[in-house]
Nanobody, 119 residues
């Protein structure tokens, strides 16, 4: 019943910017850590950024200084602002959330959104 819906992907030239959004809906009691992962064809899914319920962030080294993760708890939404994009950022980006519902707590994933960086 809980679902994460992503938006904001697209095609951009190197050096450009994109903002990804991910909104959670359904029978949600509380959302703990939220984050973004990415996966290129033939590669494993890698962590990009996390943000805790208290707003503590962490990033993979290759995106530090370029990407910013944030959240709006009132909207159950997490964002990823991506600046100075590079071709190696090209991947399908997946939203993640650790969500407590009425009888338990589980990990949830968005459907994925394509980010392509190319000239």
């Amino acid at each position: 019943q809980v679902q994460l819906v992503e938006s904001g992907g697209g095609l951009v030239q190197p050096g450009g910017s994109l903002r990804l959004s991910c909104a959670a809906s359904g029978s949600i009691f509380r959302i703990y850590t939220m984050g973004w992962y990415r996966q290129a064809p033939g590669k494993e899914r890698d962590m990009v950024a996390h943000i805790s319920g208290l707003g503590i962030t962490n990033y993979r080294d290759s995106v530090k200084g370029r990407f910013t993760i944030s959240r709006d708890n009132a909207k159950n939404t997490v964002y990823l602002q991506m600046n100075s994009l590079k071709p190696e950022d090209t991947a399908v980006y997946y939203c993640y959330a650790d969500i407590a519902w009425n009888t338990g707590r589980s990990d949830y994933w968005g459907q994925g959104t394509q980010v392509s960086v190319s000239s």
